[in-house]
Each structure stands twice: as structure tokens, then as C-alpha cells.
């Protein structure tokens, strides 16, 4: 009867695991932080990147020991702009406690400096990259399957680049922050 | 006794790491529905046009089926598609499919929706989705997205209509290549496409 009481509570604890990890998607490769850690450009400086260029900066050092929040958003994007100070508040309050934080805008590269203005005014600090590519798909997949492209979108990944919380439309702070507190505690 | 103590505590440890596994995972998404799987019958729908006349989805479908989209009269990338999609209405049309558009954004007042297809000479039938129930039975959850439905209702198509905001840098045409497949009898060979979008804006 012991032996039969053990055997079902190893049976339950494989099955958690194996629905924890089926529920838990990872990024598409390991998170960095060199490019997005604290304090890394100013406001107004948003760099132009490519896919490849985005898929770097999702990549994650094995070392890394800060989780990462990125947020997609265009300057088009009402949204966007609404849950902006919400984001710039949650950076400076995280990022002494552990936090990365990047910036993804999708505006079209002629709409840069709207953007840029809109991050001036915003007061952002947090590093700001502009995605640059000709067809958004392959980007969208490789950010997240599940995600058609709404924005505004937010992805918060755990040190081992896993997908723990993600948001599609406007940010709900409170649950945002409790989501990366439990991160940081992890 | 033991063996119902066994049970009682296989039960429990499924439940806790059930629930710790849901606790731990990433939240999907405004808790919209999925939207159906293509080769799905959609179901008849009936939504009010700007006017408040009723319109059932069967009734607005042409011979050869029909394109759902949802539109916005503020977002601005579903602005930016306001002619191409009028002119692919009435390319269609022609052809036996009907475009219906769905204005599911709680922002966007009836008045509104009517005036701004006037002054963007959209003249495709647009139905109010109050409350967002169809928006959430079909899993929409951006400005445009498209649904083509074939002539039994049939879903064969669901995603963006091509792969630029910008006119000038459309090089695929997704909607277009599914709906001439579709009217050709072929099996429509690329199913979807993902694209940015304004997320509709729900009743909370």
C-alpha cells in the first residue's frame, strides 16, 4: 500500500512538471542583458534594428541574472501611449531591483522621430530599439506564437528566457508588478 | 481506509501542482477566446448596421462567401487599409464575395462608425459589435483583421489582409491569394498572417 501511495505521488509531481513546463513557452533563445541593461541609452536615441538584430537582443547570456520586460508599441498606437508612463514608473522603480527592460517600437523608420519625440516627452530611460523590417511576420513569430501582432504586447522573461506573463493590449500595472516580483524573487 | 487516504491524497497533489502549474505560466491574453480553427463552420450571426438594422451574417454573404473584417474608425493601421479594403469589396463583389465589416471597439460609438465610412467611402455594410460577442466568439483581437468564410460559412482564411501598413511596401497579398484559391476550388495555401494591429478595445 506504501509502495502503491509513493508510486501515485511520484506519478502526480511528473505530471505537474511535464503541465508546467507545456503551459511555460520559452523565448526563442536565451534573453542578453549587455544591450538592455540598466540606463543604457537616453531617451531620444532609439537604435534601428533588424530581425536578427531583435532576435539578439531577446537572446539570453547564460550569466544573466536579471529578468527582462519588453514591451512592443508604435507611437500610432493609442494604447500604447496610455499604459507609456505606467512603464516608465515600473522601470525606475525595478531597475535597481533587477530588472531589464526593452523597448521595442514598430513605427515605420520615416516615423522615428515621432517616436523619439513621444519617448522625450515620456521621459523614458529605459533602452529603445526600433524594428525594422519589411514584412512584421516572421518578428511576431519569432517574439511569441501566440501573439497576431495587437499592440500594445509585453513579455516578461525569467533569467532562463522563459515566457512567465504576457499582456496584450493595455498593461494592468498591479498585475504586471506582482508578475515581476515573483520573478525577481525566483 | 488507506486506499481511500491514497486517493484522497493522489486527488490533492494533483489539484496543487494543477493549480501551481497554471499559477507559474504566462498569461495568454485578455482572456479572449481562441478563434476557430480553420476549416470551422462559423455559425450565423445576427449584429446591427450603424443604422440599427439588423443583419444577419448569412444574409450579408454573397454566393461565393464572404470576408469579416474588423475595423476601427481611429485606429490608425486600420485606416491606412480603409481603400484597399473598399476596393478589394468591390473587386470582390463582383466575384460573388461579400465583405462585411465589424466595428467591435466599445471607444467607437455608432454615429461615429457610420460617418467615418461615409467620409472614407467605405461602402461595404459595417455592423456594431456591442459588447463584443462576435469579436469573441471569432477570437479577434486587432484592427484589421480579416475572417474568409467560402460559401457554406466555412473559414478558409483568417489574418491580415497583406503584409504592409504601407501601400507602397505590400509585396504579399494574404486575403487576395486566399480568396482567389478559394474561388479557383483549390485548397488556399498560406491559411493566415500575423501583422501589427490596434488591439480592440473591450467592455471591461
Not at chain 1, 533563445?29 to 537604435?47: D, F, L, Q, T, Y
Not at chain 1, 533569467?159 to 516580483?181: M, Q, T
Not at chain 2, 503584409?163 to 495555401?189: W, Y
Amino acid at each position: 500500500m506504501k509502495m502503491r501511495l509513493s508510486l501515485s505521488i511520484v506519478l502526480a509531481v511528473a505530471l505537474g512538471v511535464i503541465a508546467a513546463q507545456s503551459q511555460t513557452s520559452k523565448a526563442p533563445s536565451p534573453v542578453g542583458s549587455k544591450e538592455n541593461g540598466s540606463g543604457a541609452a537616453a531617451a531620444s536615441e532609439i537604435r534601428v534594428v533588424d530581425l536578427d538584430g531583435l532576435k539578439k537582443l531577446l537572446q539570453r547570456d547564460p550569466n544573466e541574472k536579471r529578468p527582462l520586460l519588453v514591451n512592443f508599441w508604435a507611437s500610432w498606437c493609442d494604447g500604447c501611449r496610455e499604459e507609456f508612463p505606467d512603464l516608465v514608473k515600473i522601470d525606475e522603480d525595478y531597475r535597481s531591483k533587477g530588472l531589464s527592460f526593452l523597448s521595442v517600437t514598430v513605427d515605420e523608420l520615416e516615423d522615428k522621430p515621432q517616436a523619439a519625440s513621444f519617448l522625450q516627452e515620456m521621459k523614458a530611460k529605459m533602452p529603445v530599439v526600433l524594428l525594422n523590417v519589411a514584412d512584421k511576420e516572421p518578428a511576431i513569430h519569432a517574439v511569441d506564437l501566440t501573439w497576431d501582432g495587437a499592440l500594445p504586447a509585453t513579455f516578461l522573461y525569467d533569467v532562463s528566457g522563459n515566457v512567465v506573463y504576457r499582456h496584450f493590449g493595455k498593461i494592468k500595472p498591479e498585475e504586471l508588478r506582482a508578475a515581476i516580483d515573483k520573478t525577481i524573487k525566483q | 481506509m488507506k486506499k481511500q487516504y491514497a486517493v484522497s491524497l493522489l486527488v490533492a497533489s494533483l489539484v496543487v501542482i494543477a493549480l501551481a502549474a497554471v499559477a507559474g505560466s504566462g498569461r495568454t491574453d485578455n482572456d479572449v477566446p481562441a478563434p476557430p480553427t480553420i476549416g470551422t463552420v462559423i455559425d450565423d450571426f445576427k449584429l446591427p448596421d450603424a443604422d440599427g438594422k439588423e443583419h444577419s451574417l448569412k444574409s450579408l454573404a454573397g454566393s461565393k462567401g464572404a470576408v469579416v473584417i474588423f475595423i476601427a474608425t481611429k485606429c490608425p493601421v486600420s485606416n491606412a487599409y480603409n481603400d484597399r479594403m473598399e476596393k478589394l469589396a468591390q473587386e470582390y463583389k463582383a466575384k460573388g464575395i461579400n465583405f462585411i465589416g465589424i466595428n467591435a471597439n466599445n471607444t467607437e460609438p455608432a454615429s461615429e462608425v457610420k460617418s467615418h465610412a461615409a467620409e472614407k467611402g467605405l461602402t461595404f455594410t459595417i455592423l456594431k459589435d456591442d459588447g463584443n460577442k462576435i469579436a469573441d466568439r471569432l477570437g479577434a483581437t486587432r484592427t484589421p483583421e480579416a475572417y474568409a468564410l467560402d460559401a457554406n460559412m466555412k473559414l478558409v482564411y483568417h489574418g491580415r489582409i497583406d503584409n504592409s501598413q504601407k501601400v507602397e511596401g505590400v509585396t504579399s497579398e494574404d486575403l487576395r491569394e486566399a480568396l482567389n484559391e478559394m474561388l479557383a476550388g483549390k485548397a488556399v495555401t498560406k491559411t493566415g498572417g500575423a501583422a501589427f494591429g490596434c488591439t480592440i478595445k473591450r467592455v471591461s
